[in-house]
C-alpha cells in the first residue's frame, strides 16, 4: 500500500477494505491474542455455550 497512486476514491476505499478485512483483521498476528492471528484464535478456544 505504500508509495502507491490511487486514481479514485473508490480504488483507495477498495484497496483499504480488502487490506483490512484480508490481511489485517484476518491473518496478522495480534498481542492481545497470544500472537494468533483471529481466526486461529477462534479456532482454538471453544464455543461459550
Same mark, same amino acid.
Given at each position: 500500500?505504500? =508509495?502507491? $497512486?490511487?486514481?479514485?476514491? #473508490?480504488?483507495?476505499?477498495?484497496?483499504?477494505?480488502?487490506? %483490512?478485512?484480508?490481511?489485517?483483521? =484476518?491473518? $496478522?498476528?495480534?498481542?492481545? #491474542?497470544?500472537?494468533?492471528?483471529?481466526?486461529?484464535?477462534? %479456532?482454538?478456544?471453544?464455543?461459550?455455550?
Amino acid at each position: 500500500m505504500n =508509495r502507491r $497512486r490511487w486514481r479514485t476514491r #473508490l480504488e483507495l476505499s477498495t484497496a483499504l477494505f480488502e487490506y %483490512l478485512e484480508i490481511f489485517h483483521h =484476518r491473518q $496478522r498476528r495480534h498481542s492481545a #491474542l497470544g500472537m494468533l492471528s483471529p481466526v486461529e484464535y477462534e %479456532l482454538r478456544t471453544p464455543p461459550i455455550a
